[in-house]
């Protein structure tokens, strides 16, 4: 099956800081990606959809200058929690749908989440 | 916007018992993901159901998407404690994954 990769699993840093998050596809290229921010015990809310080789797009509410998205290539997106504070701290998920034969299967792939700490 | 709302929030039940969760969409959908979720994993797909009526089943299992295509609901006969976690319905408005809206979710703790 398609494989999502994130790095790192668990980060923790100071207040103020930047802390960037790794989405990779291994097996397979995804035009586009999605970023999740999920509160324990708390369903996934949907912060941007990443696209390749262009600006992701936000949901509203999410800051875009705080929350960088970079999708440089077909297999990488990268979240950027910029100046990062206590309330920053969550567990964000990303995910991909695979393009097996051109087109977009539907189902979409979890990376393993990225737990942040804030101090 | 779209909603997808699931029920119930949580469910507790003993090893044996049977389990099911409902979903419902404010709007009609084009097709409905499930997910499971571990405590402390991610989410991982189960099935997609496309059509009006679908009924899937997977073992134990039992997936099904209403002749509206606005509500769906996941039944999971004789658990296990294997079974825990938090169960996600995803509705989908298009055919594509790009919207996608998730339901709050359902906790299942099975206790042996």
Redesign the interface.
């Known amino acids: 099956g398609a494989v999502v990769s994130q790095h790192p699993s668990r980060v923790i840093c100071k207040s103020g800081t930047s802390v960037k998050i790794e989405c990779r596809s291994l097996d397979f290229q995804a035009t586009?990606m999605f970023w999740y921010r999920q509160f324990p015990?708390?369903?996934?809310m949907?912060m941007a959809?990443s696209n390749e080789g262009s600006k992701a797009t936000y949901e509203q509410g999410v800051e875009k200058d705080k929350f960088l998205i970079n999708h440089a290539s077909l297999t990488l997106s990268t979240l950027t929690v910029t100046s990062a504070h206590p309330e920053d701290s969550s567990f964000y998920?990303c995910?991909a749908?695979p393009m097996w034969g051109g087109g977009?299967t539907?189902?979409?792939?979890?990376?393993?989440?990225s737990r942040l700490t804030v101090l | 916007g779209q909603q997808v709302m699931q029920i119930p929030q949580y469910q507790h039940v003993q090893e044996g018992e049977d389990f099911t969760t409902y979903c419902n969409s404010s709007t009609t959908l084009s097709?409905i993901?499930w997910?499971k979720q571990r405590p402390g994993?991610?989410?991982?797909?189960l099935i997609?159901l496309v059509k009006s009526g679908e009924v899937k089943k997977q073992k134990r299992l039992t997936f099904q998407f209403g002749e509206a295509k606005k509500n769906s609901s996941l039944h999971i006969t004789a658990t296990q404690t294997t079974d825990v976690g938090?169960y996600?319905c995803?509705g989908?408005r298009d055919?594509?994954?790009?919207t996608?809206t998730?339901?709050?979710?359902t906790?299942l703790l099975v206790s042996p």
């Open positions: 586009t015990k708390q369903s996934l949907l959809t998920i995910s749908s977009d539907g189902e979409l792939f979890f990376g393993e989440g | 097709n993901q997910y994993g991610h989410p991982v797909f997609q938090t996600f995803a989908n055919s594509g994954y790009s996608l998730f339901g709050k979710g906790m």
